[in-house]
């Protein structure tokens, strides 16, 4: 793994006197890129960026443009209406105009570092783009290359020791997360609550974790008496939950070794997968379900008997934040079943 600021071709993170009393002031951004597959991590702005012809690395040199992501109203206009009836707002993607700058003491250290730099921004890959002050908290979000490089960019003379360029970087979700709230109850059968704090300012929808054995149930939002029920699962059984109504999922995460067929069940799934090209329906899943060839509760939204619909609301600012709580129960447990719920807090932007 290489972690930038560099002193020649060893990591140094090291804070040096003025970035020190950068951190004490408070009064600088502190922003750090992680790549996707962990191998490369830059500080670019803040108490732990390079420091020009003492430390190898890249700088943020004038700022962000684009921390905030777009929208768009949705309105209705009839024929002779005066204005629009506004039924809705909508956001585009959070696309940041970084101006950088690219510092080494050698001509091969800066070809190295703009190398790595380069390689580790792909518009396919997500890296982690953090960013954090004393008195805001912590903020990040995916980030992917947005546009393509600068033909600047590729014209770079070796014998240069400084580079600058603009890059541009996309959050697919629009907004900046910040620590999830995690809660667990845990009970062979009973009732309870999870606790949430969220502190972004955008509703917050759970993502739930089921441990298995028993039936789970919880409320449909704050202070709800309507219950949503899920279940039976087995023992051991494992299953996680997505409220986001646009990415709603069931996923069952049991690890579970491969099943073994005797002479009867080898024949139905051959015939089974031959007739549907391996895209089984439910109802057949639930069919091959009598043969003991899938688990016997069939799909799992077989098991879901409800829809999750109100989220939890945000705060303006995040010191507002209060406690919110979610109704939960198991029945038919043991002291192996909980249920986790977790809260990722979004904000329109970090400060």
Known sequence: MTVYPLIGATSDATILPQGAADLLAGDEENIMVTSQDGLTQCTIAGAGKPWPGIQDGIILSDGIKGLTPGFKHIDLKAARQPGVT??????????????????????????????????MWDPTQLNTFEYWTQDRGYWYFPA????????????????????????TIRCDSGFWYGFPSVDEFQSASGSGFLKFLNIGDQFGWPTLLFYGPGTFSFGN????????????????????????PRLRT?????????????????????????????NIPPLIQWFESLFGILPPQGPLYSLLNGRYSIPFPGVRQPQWATPQYLAVKITGGNSSSKIVGRIDPQRRWPE
């Open 86 to 119: 506004w039924t809705g707002t909508t956001y585009d993607v959070l696309e940041m105009d970084m101006m950088l700058q690219a510092h080494a003491n050698t001509p091969k250290g800066l070809s190295k570092l703009v190398s790595e730099w380069v390689s």
């Open 144 to 167: 992917r290359l947005s546009k393509p490089w600068p033909d600047t960019m590729k014209k770079m003379p070796r014998l240069l020791r400084a580079k600058a360029f603009t890059q």
């Open 221 to 244: 939002g704050q202070n709800s008496k309507v219950w949503i029920d899920f279940g039976p699962l087995k023992a051991g059984q494992i299953v996680l939950m997505r409220t986001l």
């Open 250 to 278: 069931l996923t069952d995460l049991t690890s579970a070794p491969t099943q073994s067929l005797n002479g009867v069940q080898e024949l139905i799934e051959a015939i089974v997968n031959f007739v549907y090209n391996n």
